[in-house]
């Protein structure tokens, strides 16, 4: 039977609810709760229960991520880098590392930045307040930042990376791609935004472009550059080669240790060149197109080559390219060959629903007269690309008076000697003439991490670049800049994972983080005194929890 007794402790009386218990086959007094002062517990008798405010916010992931970002020192190398002003109590250093957090997990704009942070439990490990950092807060921030000083940074980072062990210059990888704006044509503070051929198809809206070299392990971003929108690739490789490779000298990197891994969009017979000159090794593909003669080479003169996972055939010579003997090989891949032909089948869909539109707005009476150069031009934009010319015949039809029709067919016997004698066909090249065959396609195969990369940059969840509504080349510098630093950071917590057994993508790793929220429980009783403040962690599922404890005991 439970009764009240009371407990002195100094001048202070308190008061608990007991009952007796037997322990060890004694009677005890076991304490069932403690009631507090006579004062509290009249107030809780005569008011009711004690008030209590319940708030939670998301922590996981920035809990993490935050902690990803001190094992590289970013806080530290950012403070010592960027200008020590202040606004809203931040530095420059500070406001760029919670934008590249911001970036990291819930991209949006800097207007937006506010409602996220206040969401989360960012004030934890940064002091400040969420609700005054808006977008003029990030935009004065940003305008005290200058390319020596990004620079700068960007090498401190990588010295941090040299000296973790997490940067490897065996292989490096090496591709560009670009992003679209929304800059206005008439603005003339954008020279690097121009208009281009666009990858994500937008060519009619000014971009710019970025130049990436990433690590094969852990796809660390170590050496990135932007250029403007219209440039082409071929165009930018031997003046990137050179600052990479004064990059690599000042971090004492021997340039005889590394291979330059590329795709054929930089191809040239002058990057070529410049590769010999400065006498940096390399593995490239080739397009088959100027190759017909190692695509003709008969199955039975390849032989298997074991890469761990797979057995492809493979076939190697020594041939003249760009003029000089070089090291070629050619494998060929069943998996890229059905997926070629997965592109190939969606590309003549989209190429068949075009020449319909087109058949029935020539066959349309009310159509207005047109010439035949008009046509031939229209059908010759439609199969442009993909095969289209070489498989796809297209008759056009003179019917008079300015009208005209057209007709198409499939030619199977064309089709049929892509998808069998060119699909599934890779061409590379390398200076690396006494690696094995494996280990030059294992070293192709990594070229995936740099696209991956730029996969992750166009992600609109996590790490993108977009939405970009800055209109200055030096704002447009620094917001790339923070959004790498976010990849960055995301990569090595996701490296973290991966060593502790984990197969979660980026995006998976971020998002399930994110579900982990921290419960504030404040308690008012409306006496003297502050209230009484408890913070904990939801209950979660025990997967989620043990990834969460296992990845916080590894950063």
Request: charge should be positive; proline fraction near 3%.
């Amino acid at each position: 039977m439970a009764t009240i007794r009371k407990s002195k402790v100094g001048k202070y009386t308190y008061w608990q609810i007991v009952e007796s218990k037997r322990i060890d086959g004694k009677p005890r007094p076991v304490v069932l709760a403690h009631l507090g002062t006579a004062e509290q517990l009249l107030y809780k008798l005569s008011k009711g229960p004690l008030e209590q405010k319940v708030r939670s916010v998301s922590h996981g992931a920035v809990e993490l991520l935050y902690k990803a970002a001190t094992i590289l020192d970013l806080p530290y190398i950012f403070e010592q880098t960027f200008p020590a002003q202040k606004r809203d109590g931040l530095s420059v250093g500070q406001s760029l590392l919670v934008a590249a957090l911001h970036r990291a997990i819930s991209p949006g704009s800097k207007r937006a930045f506010a409602r996220w942070a206040s969401g989360t439990s960012l004030t934890e490990f940064i002091n400040c307040n969420p609700k005054v950092l808006d977008s003029q807060h990030f935009w004065e921030q940003m305008e005290a930042v200058n390319d020596a000083q990004l620079a700068a940074a960007e090498k401190q980072i990588t010295l941090k990376l040299i000296e973790q062990n997490l940067f490897s210059s065996r292989l490096l990888f090496y591709d560009l791609t670009n992003f679209f704006t929304y800059i206005a044509s008439k603005n003339e503070r954008a020279n690097l935004a121009k208009r281009g051929r666009n990858k994500q198809k937008r060519h009619d809206l000014r971009q710019f472009g970025l130049a990436q070299v990433v690590t094969k392990d852990f796809l660390l971003p170590v050496f990135s550059e932007i250029y403007e929108g219209n440039r082409t690739d071929k165009e930018l490789f031997i003046p990137f080669l050179t600052r990479l490779r004064e990059k690599l000298a000042e971090l004492n990197v021997s340039l005889e240790e590394i291979t330059l891994v590329f795709d054929k969009g930089s191809n040239s017979k002058g990057n070529f060149k410049g590769l010999d000159e400065q006498k940096i090794h390399y593995v490239a593909s080739l397009s088959s197109a100027y190759h017909p003669e190692l695509l003709a080479v008969p199955l039975e003169h390849y032989r298997k080559v074991d890469l761990g996972d797979q057995l492809l055939p493979c076939y190697r010579t020594c041939r003249e390219v760009w003029g000089k003997k070089r090291t070629v090989l050619i494998y060929l891949s069943e998996v890229l060959r059905q997926g070629q032909i997965r592109g190939l089948t969606q590309s003549l869909e989209k190429k068949y629903a075009l020449l319909t539109e087109l058949k029935n707005k020539l066959n349309n009476p009310r159509a207005h007269k047109k010439k035949q150069e008009e046509v031939q031009n229209r059908t010759t934009e439609i199969l442009k690309g993909e095969h289209g010319p070489e498989l796809l015949k297209v008759r056009i039809i003179d019917q008079g008076n300015g009208r005209f029709d057209i007709d198409w067919e499939l030619d199977l016997l064309a089709c049929l000697y892509v998808t069998e004698e060119v699909f599934g066909k890779k061409i590379l090249v390398t200076s690396q003439d006494d690696w094995s065959d494996a280990e030059i396609i294992r070293a192709y195969f990594g070229q995936s991490n740099v696209e991956r990369v730029f996969k992750h940059l166009k992600n609109p969840y996590h790490n993108a670049v977009q939405p970009q509504y800055h209109w200055t080349d030096q704002k447009i510098k620094v917001h790339t800049f923070i959004c790498l630093s976010g990849l960055l950071i995301s990569q090595l917590l996701w490296k973290k994972a991966k060593d502790l057994g984990y197969t979660y993508s980026i995006e998976s790793l971020i998002d399930m983080l994110s579900d982990i929220r921290k419960v504030d429980i404040v308690t008012i009783t409306g006496l003297k005194g502050k209230p009484a403040k408890v913070s904990k962690l939801e209950e979660m599922e025990p997967e989620l929890n043990k990834l969460y404890q296992e990845l916080l005991e590894s950063v």
